[in-house]
């Protein structure tokens, strides 16, 4: 691996630097979770991370996500899939971006920027074969969601970030949403242990401060240095995987 070229900055205020080398590959997409880290490609190709290599894996998806629930993923026409006994089974419904991180429940957003989600019984039915599957609706104004162990994120076509209160394993719905304001962000990512990251419209990284369960928006974000625009963020055990703008894949450790 390579380290990145220092930048010339002042930090100071919220912001900080970290500790980042570019990893060999190219991803468009990239997804950390359980100590695993999957990614795929311009072309679709689906990687997973062995040691210090990309070994390539069956299927050929725009978004790959690992968590609690399992390994998923969409395909360019929106069908689900999710990983069964080393196959990718189909799963009923169409989304355009998904998330396993919650608590063993499944998150996501279709085509129309409709959120959803999958309580923990429906996501471990969801075996394929083309049995029901029962969505529970969310909104109706999302391009991004995400979900860690106790909140979940969403991210509007306006780019207005908002948190989902109180969602359970069995209740993916939880008690509405709370307004996360002056956090602006194209994206939003929640890590295996609630520590939230975002990127905004230039390509920016962020990081929230102040997370906890009795507020669980938090209170500020945090700038996150690193050197170039980024267009993709996952964490997970100490780890910040970014994918810049044409496609090079950088870790950062925390």
Known sequence: MRTLALCLIL?????????????????????????????????????????????????????VTVGPAGLWGVSEDFHIFK??????????????????????????????????????????????????VPWVSIADDLVYYSCGPQSCWGVTSKNAVLVRKE?????????????????????????????????NGTGEVFRRAGITESNPSGSQWTHQYVCGNMRHATYDLGVLWLITMDQKIVSCIL
Request: aromatic share 6%; charged share 15%; with cysteine.
């Open 83 to 132: 990983m069964v006994a080393g196959k990718w089974e189909r799963v009923e419904g169409l989304l355009k971006q998904i998330d396993a991180g919650g608590d063993q429940l499944i998150g996501g957003v279709n085509n129309e920027s409709a959120g959803f989600c999958l309580n923990q019984q429906g996501a471990a039915l969801a075996l394929g074969g083309g049995a029901h």
């Open 167 to 199: 969602v359970t394993p069995n209740k993916c719905q939880g008690l509405g949403w709370e307004p996360v304001p002056d956090s602006p962000m194209v994206l939003v990512e929640v890590g295996s242990d609630g520590i939230v990251f975002g990127i």
């Open 11 to 63: 930090v100071m205020g919220t912001s900080e630097a970290l500790d980042c080398q570019f990893v060999d590959g190219s991803l468009k997409q990239v997804d950390a979770g359980l100590g695993l880290v999957f990614g795929v490609n311009d072309a679709g190709a689906v990687f997973m991370r062995f040691g210090n290599k990309w070994v390539p894996m069956e299927g050929n998806l725009k978004h």
